[in-house]
């Protein structure tokens, strides 16, 4: 699917969910290390001196949601069939919050852009990129998540300064013509990039030791790391990268134009999700081994 294109490797993500049972970017200059993992970043995009009031509600007589159902952990059909996933659950949350009716189905990719436009849903959950080109057509919430890259190493090794000195020379695993690629010429332009061609060969030529590092998409990474192939080798490095330049603007829920009311419950009932610790609940049920 087109959905945004630094998260690639969908099926895997798939596999590797079922396997496992179901921000700012770091400071260059500090020196990592490849241990257990520490507790997971709930990450916080809300300004916390923004205080926002309950909008009127009394117009929304119900929020439909779309989405769709092949882009794990975010929106999937699970074993039993039923549309399941993070964005699923935020959606189901939101209406909660707003104490609105809710109703959320999966429709195909193609011409999702403009069913929200014309307003045949209300609101999308689906990893619709905030764009110049989209944005001509939608509206769009506040972020409530971004996409990251991150570093990974394998476990108790020594781990270069993540600067573009400390990283000079060493072999890190890439795929071949992605952002992550780009990034590392960009800022790490000393260091020696093994191009391959898929998540999962950068991820196997880190285990088998052939690299010193893998750097790539913070949520593939992540339920590699505790994936049944990984075998405990690996863990995080350093801190997460989220340039929006490489690596997209972030999710945000799109909506039809035009809608400013809708715009505003949805982004009191983000803030607020968030505040109330519901946010942080269903980010630890999805993604157990943090990304952040």
């Not at 990450?43 to 092949?70: C, K």
């Not at 059909?77 to 919050?97: H, Q, S, W, Y």
């Amino acid at each position: 699917m087109a959905s945004i294109a630094i998260w690639t490797s969908i099926a895997m993500l798939a596999g590797l969910m079922a396997t496992v049972g179901g921000a700012k970017a770091q400071d260059a200059a500090a020196t990592p290390a490849v241990n257990s993992a520490p507790a997971v970043a709930i990450p916080n995009l809300w300004d916390p001196n923004r205080r926002l009031d309950r909008p009127a509600t009394t117009a929304l007589t119900g929020i439909r949601f779309t989405t769709t159902d092949d882009f794990p952990p975010f929106n999937f059909t699970g074993p039993d069939g039923k549309l399941t996933g993070f964005n699923v659950d935020l959606a189901r949350a939101i209406c909660r919050e707003l104490s609105v009716p809710c109703t959320i189905q999966a429709r195909p990719w193609d011409g999702l852009v403009e069913t929200i436009a014309v307003g045949r849903v209300d609101a999308a959950l689906a990893g619709i990129a905030i764009t110049p080109e989209n944005r001509a057509k939608l509206d769009f919430s506040d972020v409530y998540l971004r996409p990251v890259a991150r570093f990974a190493g394998r476990k108790g090794e020594s781990a270069a300064r993540l600067n573009a000195e400390g990283l000079a020379g060493r072999k890190i695993a890439v795929t071949k013509g992605s952002s992550h690629e780009a990034y590392l010429a960009a800022f790490f332009p000393a260091s020696t990039r093994v191009a391959v061609e898929t998540p999962s060969a950068a991820e196997e030529a880190l285990k088998a030791g052939s690299v010193d590092l893998v750097f790539g998409d913070g949520v593939q990474l992540a339920f590699w790391l505790q994936s049944e192939p990984a075998a405990g080798c690996c863990d995080f490095v350093g801190g997460a990268y989220v340039e929006p330049h490489f690596f997209g603007q972030g999710l945000a829920i799109a909506l039809p134009p035009n809608r400013n009311d809708l715009r505003l419950a949805v982004n009191w009932a983000l803030d607020s999700l968030y505040d109330k610790g519901v946010f942080a609940e269903l980010y630890l049920r999805y993604f157990p081994v943090g990304y952040f």
